[in-house]
T-cell receptor, first 114, second 115 residues
Framework: GAGVSQSPRYKVAKRGQDVALRCDPI?????LFWYQQALGQGPEFLTY????????KSGLPSDRFFAERPEGSVSTLKIQRTQQEDSAVYLC????????????FGSGTRLTVV | DQQVKQNSPSLSVQEGRISILNCDYT??????FLWYKKYPAEGPTFLIS?????DKNEDGRFTVFLNKSAKHLSLHIVPSQPGDSAVYFC??????????????FGKGTHLIIQP
């Protein structure tokens, strides 16, 4: 596609529920990133993939967060046993290769945990 | 501890005048800096970047200045237009040193262009 596509756009989850957020990067983009943006804050780095390899997951806030990109294209961010503090916009970004200027962001998934 | 700081949550500028958005950083390992623009309900859009080997980069109405000794950068928009009204994020990375690939963002500055 022309841009980075994320689904769903909005997700309401009950506390304790598991959720899965999808990111479809620009075709051919090797690098893929996930960020978490809380209300009134800037995006915060969660994890980074180069093709199917997860090279950095230092930003994942707990072991309830898990990301995968099994075939080096589509990525899924999974959050288990969601808690209220997980409420945020989850942004996915991709770029042709590491360091290739600005990353292209998707519109994000707004997760609300009630 | 915020490593990238945007101390002005909002800025109001008249159409046609210059908008200056400021950003400070504390991590000496940062050597690549970017500015993003964000409209409501959309993802951030890349505007302009600068590496630490330069002190200025210009692209049309947008110019970014980097003062390494002060650990300060600024984005100048001239002339300001109504479509420039958005939240602007400053971001940094230790890219050239082969550091972490994730960007560290500031909290953003909401720029409002008044007619």
């Amino acid at each position: 596609g022309a841009g980075v596509s994320q689904s769903p756009r909005y997700k309401v989850a009950k506390r304790g529920q598991d959720v899965a957020l999808r990111c479809d990067p620009i075709s051919g983009h090797v690098s893929l990133f996930w960020y978490q943006q809380a209300l009134g804050q800037g995006p915060e780095f969660l994890t980074y993939f180069q093709n199917e390899a997860q090279l950095d997951k230092s930003g994942l806030p707990s072991d309830r967060f898990f990301a995968e990109r099994p075939e080096g294209s589509v990525s899924t961010l999974k959050i288990q046993r969601t808690q209220q503090e997980d409420s945020a916009v989850y942004l996915c970004a991709s770029t042709v290769t590491r360091g290739a200027g600005g990353y292209t962001f998707g519109s994000g998934t707004r997760l609300t945990v009630v | 501890d915020q490593q990238v700081k945007q101390n002005s949550p909002s800025l109001s500028v008249q159409e046609g005048r210059i908008s200056i958005l400021n950003c400070d950083y504390t991590n000496s390992m940062f050597d690549y800096f970017l500015w993003y623009k964000k409209y409501p309900a959309e993802g951030p859009t890349f505007l302009i970047s600068i590496s630490s080997i330069k002190d200025k980069n210009e692209d049309g109405r947008f110019t970014v200045f980097l003062n390494k000794s002060a650990k300060h950068l600024s984005l100048h928009i001239v002339p300001s237009q109504p479509g420039d009204s958005a939240v602007y994020f400053c971001a940094a990375s230790p890219l050239l040193r082969g550091g972490a690939d994730g960007l560290t963002f500031g909290k953003g500055t909401h720029l409002i262009i008044q007619p």
